[in-house]
């Protein structure tokens, strides 16, 4: 059995340097690199060269190592790994658990067990082969929060988040911890996520004029949703309550800010007045003065 092959195809019709005794003709090692600059007569080309048997060893041993420091399984494995189209060497890691679905920087491929890490390592099987397995490892805490899923509904349309890009949204300062990274998620990111790929329409002019238009018939409980720019994008729902609870107000606005963790809360008598607050910034310093004093100020000018 010839364990010594191309890392491309597998064949072990392969050449590499050595050192031998120039006058005995006697081998006496391989040099350092000789396995990754071998040459292939099956790929008449230059190529890393692998030994399948010395890696399978190599895997088990790296592995049983851990378990034994660590008292636990590892979760990925780093790697060397040879790509069979470009023939390029790269380290990488590979998980040992399946993938998550969403899009996870820093890891190259997902295996769901150990044998088929070792199958990684059989040439001509896949787009890559595994030529050296360097150690195994645990991710960090921060990875590990990035790796999760969370989804929920928002507006009857499931939304799924990962970890990533909730810590992302919120930024080093807040400092979230594992275990409330579910209640960010949930509670405000879901939202977040589905107005910016939701579309909705940007509160111009015309927008305005249609809403004012269609007030009357807005039933007590119905909500309208438009986007609004201000020095950020902003979700903004515009709920008809009409409870007796707040009189005199009879509209209560949500807006959520997509761009970064604020949002804005407040009750209006009219539909006009939440609208002309909007158009306004949401402006409430008296010693700023408002772009538009009227709604039709605002619905005249140019
Ligand atoms: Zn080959």
């Given at each position: 059995?010839?364990?010594?092959?191309?890392?491309?195809?597998?064949?072990?019709n392969?050449?590499?340097?050595?050192?031998?005794?120039?006058n005995t003709?006697?081998?006496?090692h391989?040099?350092?690199e000789?396995f990754?600059y071998?040459?292939?007569?099956?790929?008449?080309l230059?190529t890393?060269?692998?030994?399948?048997?010395?890696?399978r060893?190599?895997?088990?041993?790296?592995?049983d190592?851990?378990?034994e420091?660590?008292g636990?399984?590892?979760?990925?494995a780093?790697c060397?790994?040879v790509q069979s189209?470009s023939?390029?060497?790269?380290d990488?890691r590979?998980?040992?658990?399946?993938?998550t679905g969403?899009?996870?920087?820093?890891?190259?491929f997902?295996?769901h067990?150990?044998?088929?890490?070792f199958a990684?390592?059989i040439?001509?099987?896949?787009?890559?082969?595994?030529?050296?397995?360097y150690?195994f490892?645990?991710?960090t805490?921060?990875e590990?929060m990035?790796?999760?899923?969370?989804?929920?509904?928002?507006?009857?349309?499931?939304?799924?988040?990962?970890?990533?890009?909730i810590?992302?949204?919120?930024?080093?300062?807040?400092?979230i911890?594992?275990?409330?990274l579910?209640?960010?998620?949930?509670?405000y990111?879901?939202?977040?996520k589905h107005?910016?790929?939701?579309?909705?329409p940007?509160?111009?002019?015309?927008?305005v004029?249609?809403?004012l238009?269609?007030?009357?018939?807005?039933?007590?409980g119905?909500?309208?949703?438009?986007?609004l720019?201000i020095?950020?994008?902003?979700?903004?729902?515009v709920?008809?309550?009409d409870?007796?609870r707040y009189?005199?107000?009879?509209?209560?606005?949500?807006a959520?800010?997509l761009d970064n963790?604020?949002?804005?809360?407040?009750r209006?008598?009219?539909?006009?007045k939440a609208?002309l607050?909007?158009?306004?910034r949401?402006?409430?310093?008296?010693?700023?003065k408002?772009r538009?004093?009227t709604?039709e100020e605002?619905?005249?000018?140019?």
């Amino acid at each position: 059995m010839n364990n010594i092959v191309c890392s491309k195809c597998g064949s072990d019709n392969v050449r590499c340097e050595a050192m031998v005794n120039p006058n005995t003709k006697e081998f006496d090692h391989f040099t350092d690199e000789s396995f990754y600059y071998g040459w292939c007569e099956n790929c008449g080309l230059g190529t890393a060269l692998t030994d399948k048997e010395e890696i399978r060893k190599e895997i088990r041993e790296q592995y049983d190592r851990f378990k034994e420091e660590n008292g636990c399984e590892p979760q990925y494995a780093n790697c060397r790994i040879v790509q069979s189209d470009s023939g390029q060497v790269r380290d990488v890691r590979i998980m040992l658990s399946p993938d998550t679905g969403m899009a996870d920087n820093g890891i190259f491929f997902y295996c769901h067990t150990l044998e088929e890490l070792f199958a990684l390592a059989i040439p001509g099987k896949g787009s890559f082969t595994l030529t050296e397995c360097y150690s195994f490892a645990l991710l960090t805490e921060r990875e590990e929060m990035e790796r999760q899923i969370f989804k929920c509904e928002v507006d009857g349309k499931h939304v799924t988040v990962s970890g990533r890009e909730i810590l992302f949204f919120y930024g080093q300062h807040y400092g979230i911890r594992p275990e409330e990274l579910e209640r960010y998620a949930t509670e405000y990111f879901c939202h977040i996520k589905h107005y910016r790929e939701h579309g909705y329409p940007l509160l111009d002019r015309s927008l305005v004029k249609g809403i004012l238009e269609k007030e009357e018939r807005m039933a007590k409980g119905e909500t309208i949703s438009f986007a609004l720019q201000i020095s950020f994008l902003w979700h903004v729902r515009v709920t008809k309550e009409d409870d007796s609870r707040y009189a005199p107000y009879r509209y209560a606005l949500n807006a959520y800010c997509l761009d970064n963790p604020q949002c804005f809360d407040r009750r209006y008598t009219t539909l006009e007045k939440a609208l002309l607050h909007c158009l306004n910034r949401f402006n409430e310093n008296a010693t700023v003065k408002n772009r538009y004093r009227t709604m039709e100020e605002y619905l005249a000018q140019k």
